[in-house]
């Protein structure tokens, strides 16, 4: 597949495309599949090596990081004496008790766009907290904004932001059934994502500052939004799962068995009627649980790629459980014979596609 990046406007708000096409010749059927991803310029992304994390942590009194891939087992060299934190679309950071550990006098935190923060719990143990500012989080609950309403802590939570994290809920009841696993979550989610959602890159703006609100409001987004959603919902149905990002470009990782695949709902979306069904009839697709190492739709999607910002420890995780994984990448690349066997699968006759089309939209409506 080639690669084609095409730069507009300047760099603060560059809008690149990353277009794909591949013309799949079988018997009978010609399809042909264009996979187009959004951008997202990432700006001053701070991309510190652990050691140079360990030093700022453990002697900043102030800790502010921007799209940095910062993780959990960073925070545990946080300086006692911090009073000021904030995360600003930092995608790793999960599991934040240890701020309450390690930082029992923090005064103010910001939460900014930081999609894998599941529990906001961890707040009700910082006595000296004075100001909270949450945003994009839908974990936002009316406890919360009364636990510190209560306890005279400012904070920007709104309704709206409680009706979000509701709306999230929601849709997690209406499409996760209990007895399901894992694998049906992930294709559940992924099938949901591209039958209700749009792509819009009219939507730039919006789906970078406010990713999952734009994305529940107007049912349309781009790359940053996809992800965000996803990872939201995968999070919610407990996949574990991150936002990983490029220099133009956001997707999913997600683990299961102790083994790591890229989820990439933004390319999926190009062509939902053929994606829907083979992820609903053979559990697979061309962006859909690909290997991490050897991804289909960018050579820099890989996760060793210097455009890729992802921490260095979920490098080393991936390296330990890193196979082949998709169907495509295992028999197209090993074996033409079995990757003309895919394509004559994939590539779906016209009446079927129809037949897909019209449930399609009964399920839309």
């Known amino acids: 597949m080639r690669l084609t990046n095409i730069n507009i406007n300047n760099l603060k708000e560059r809008k690149t495309r990353i277009s794909k096409t591949k013309s ?42 921007r799209y940095a891939n910062i993780c959990d087992e960073d925070l545990i060299n946080l300086n ?25 006098n ?7 766009c930081c999609p894998a923060v599941s529990d906001l719990s961890f707040t009700y143990q910082l006595e000296d907290l ?17 636990y510190l309403d209560s306890n005279n802590i400012r904070h920007n939570i709104t309704p709206e932001m409680i009706d979000i994290s509701k709306e999230v809920d ?35 703006a919006e789906s970078n500052e406010l990713p999952l609100t734009t994305m529940l409001k107007e049912k349309k987004g781009v790359c940053r939004s996809f992800s965000y959603l996803t990872n939201i919902l995968l999070q919610k149905s407990g996949i574990k799962s991150y936002i990983v990002e490029s220099d133009n470009h956001a997707w ?19 062509l939902p009627l053929v994606s829907n069904y083979l992820l609903e009839n053979l559990n697979t697709g061309l962006a859909y649980m690909t290997s991490p190492s050897n991804h289909l739709l960018s050579a820099t999607s890989s996760y060793d790629s210097d ?7 979920l490098v080393e995780d991936i390296k330990e459980t890193e196979d082949e994984k998709s169907l495509y990448e295992k028999y197209g690349r090993s074996n033409p014979a079995r990757m003309i066997e895919f394509l004559s699968i994939a590539s779906i006759p016209a009446f079927i596609i129809k037949k897909v089309s019209t449930k399609t939209m009964l399920l839309k409506k």
């Open 24 to 65: 799949l010749a079988t018997i009978g059927t010609i399809l042909v599949l264009s996979l187009t991803g959004c951008s997202k310029a990432i700006e001053n992304a701070e991309q510190l090596s652990p050691e140079d994390y360990k030093k700022e942590l453990s002697t900043s009194e102030e800790v502010s990081y």
């Open 130 to 146: 004075e100001y909270v500012f949450i945003r994009e989080s839908a974990y936002v609950t009316e406890e919360l904004v009364n």
């Open 80 to 104: 006692a004496n911090v009073k000021d934190i904030a995360f600003d679309y930092c995608n790793y950071i999960e599991d934040i008790d240890i701020i309450t550990e390690k930082c029992p």
């Open 307 to 313: 455009q890729v910002i992802i921490p260095e420890k």
């Open 170 to 204: 929601d849709i997690i009841k209406k499409i996760i059934r209990p007895n399901m696993t894992d694998q049906e979550k992930i294709q559940t989610i992924t099938s949901y994502v591209i039958k209700n959602y749009s792509y819009d890159e009219n939507l730039q």
């Open 106 to 112: 923090l005064e103010n935190l910001t939460l900014d």
């Open 252 to 270: 999913n990782i997600v683990n299961i068995d102790n083994k790591y695949y890229y989820i990439d709902t933004t390319n999926i979306n190009v």
